[in-house]
Each structure stands twice: as C-alpha cells, then as structure tokens.
C-alpha cells in the first residue's frame, strides 16, 4: 500500500515537472534556501535577493527591449540566475556590488561566443566572481564584511582569519553559522536537492563527483599553515563539507544543462576538478571565491572533458 502511494506521488511529481518545465521546477527548489536564509539574516537578505532577481531581469530583458525584440516578463532562466547569484552573496554585500553582478551575469554571462555556439561559463558563477572581484578590491567593504572563518566559514568568498573556536556540527549542518544567504544550511538543501537529481536534472555525474570528491581530498590532502595554526578541527571531513558551498555548487551549479559536459566521464573529470581547485584553493590560498573560479575553469573545460570522456566510452553503437 506504502509503496503504491509511493509510485503515485513520483508520478504526480514528474507530471508536474512536466507541466512546468526544467526551469520553472528549479526556481521552486530554490525558494527554500532563499526563504531560509531570509528567516536567518533578516530583510537584508530579503533585499539582496530582491535586488538581484530583479536585476537580472531588468538586464536580461533591457538588450531585447531596446533592439525590438520581444521578451519574457518572468523569465524563468533569469530568475534562476538571479536566486543563484543572491544565494551566494552574504546579507552585508552593497547594493551595487549586487547589480554589477547581475549585468555581468546577464550580459558577458549569456553571450553566445560564436564558435562555441554558447556562453562557456555558467551565468551565476561568473556573475558571483564579478562581485568577489570587486569585495577584494574595495576596502570600504573590507571591514563590513563578517567575520567568517578562512576555511570553516559557511561562504568561501569571506575570508578573514579570526581564530574562531570550534562550532558544532550540528550547528553547521543545520545553518546556524554565520556564511551566505543561501550557503549556511545544508539540512535546508537536503531534501531540494533530492528532487533536483531526481525528477528534474538528466546531469547528476558532476554533482555527484563533486560531493564524494571533497571529502576524500580533504582527508588526502595535508593542511595549509594558515589551517594548522587556525582552524585544524577543518580537516575533518564532515566539518569542512558542511561548512562550505560544496552541496549548493555541486547541486545548482554543476547540473547546469549548458555548461557543463553532457558524457557521464566527462561529468565525473568535471565534478572531481571542482572539488580539488575549491579545496586546493581553501587549504593553499587567501582566495575569495576558490570554488567559483573552479566552476568556471571547468565549464571552460566542458568540451574537452567530452572528448575524453567519448574516447573513454569508445564509439556509440
């Protein structure tokens, strides 16, 4: 009886899948992390998602507006990329920093380069960088910025060591850090992220790869200076895996129908060089954002990585 109540409501779900689209079933996934970091950070966090939903839209409809063509209100794509961007910001950044981001999403993000016949980068990574980008270089933000750990912190793109004392598992893994909007709580992105791999996304590879990855590289690699003297209870597998962007990337980012390779080789190379550049980058350097410029030097990897990954399969029968 269970079991047949089961298969009606996956059948109810992919109907509704159906019905809506890829696109629109994503938008609905990220509600929870949005309206969860909202209850956390306050109307700030409010604000910053707001800003960059609607700017994304604003600039993705502006080009199409002024050239005569015709354009979407709503559009979905743009308000996923705007959910993806604000979800990776923390409730302090600028309000400028935010539209910046989302021009640089919206435009450079989604031109289509001719040769390739796409944009190369994932929108939303590339719009993020852009902001890091510009929190590294203003020191007017610098000491706005919350003070989150360099490597146990919830955002990989604040960094600022503070020899902070060791939190609860359990506190990190149910969001009470402090870290981005939508990066704090892995328990919030658990059961989303279930429905994502398994009625929505056809690419669950890279994510996948990317989740069994990180902790494995944390536990091979040795710690950086800066870890042993500040954070060492980082190394432990768990600890860092929950405290960092690992499960939103690998879930939001790494499933992109674009951007990332459409072989299931491909997807695994694309997965575990995400994991190592983000935790490489976390143990090694003060980078803000390692993880991001792994997301964007693997998309740009993507073809490559399908070649490979069509030479290993041998050819398609």
């Not at 993806?84 to 935010?98: K, R």
Request: aromatic content about 8%; charged content about 15%; overall charge positive.
């Amino acid at each position: 009886m269970r079991l047949g109540s089961l298969r009606n409501t996956a059948g109810k779900l992919r109907r509704l899948r159906g019905r809506l689209g890829a696109k629109w079933c994503v938008v609905i996934l990220l509600i929870p992390p949005a309206l969860f970091g909202v209850c956390h950070f306050g109307l700030r966090a409010a604000l910053v998602l707001a800003v960059s939903v609607i700017g994304c839209q604003i600039a993705g409809a502006l080009p199409l507006r002024l050239g005569g063509e015709r354009f979407q209100l709503l559009h979905p794509g743009s308000i996923v990329t705007g959910l993806l961007l604000g979800l990776t910001l923390s409730a302090s950044t600028p309000v400028y920093m935010i539209i910046v981001g989302a021009l640089v999403a919206q435009l450079p993000g989604k031109f289509r380069w001719k040769r390739m016949r796409r944009n190369p980068f994932n929108p939303a990574a590339l719009g993020r960088t852009a902001v890091a980008v510009l929190e590294f270089i203003d020191p007017s933000v610098h000491a706005a910025w919350d003070k989150v750990d360099a490597v146990s912190g919830a955002s990989a793109l604040f960094k600022d060591a503070g020899g902070h004392l060791r939190p609860y598992i359990s506190d990190v893994f149910i969001g009470f850090t402090r870290g981005a909007i939508g990066e704090t709580s892995d328990l919030v992105l658990i059961f989303p992220g279930i429905l994502l791999l398994w009625l929505v996304v056809r690419k669950r590879d890279a994510p996948l790869a990317m989740i069994c990855s990180v902790p494995l590289l944390v536990l091979a690699l040795p710690p950086g200076a800066d870890v042993v003297g500040h954070a060492p209870w980082a190394m432990n597998p768990a600890m860092y895996f929950f405290s960092s962007n690992t499960l939103l990337l690998a879930l939001f980012f790494a499933t992109d129908p674009v951007t990332t390779p459409h072989t299931p080789v491909g997807g695994i190379l694309f997965g575990i060089g995400v994991a190592a550049i983000g935790v490489c980058g976390r143990l090694y350097t003060t980078i803000p954002g390692a993880e991001m410029y792994g997301i964007l030097a693997m998309n740009l990897a993507a073809p490559e990585l399908d070649r490979i990954g069509r030479a290993v399969s041998g050819p398609q029968r």
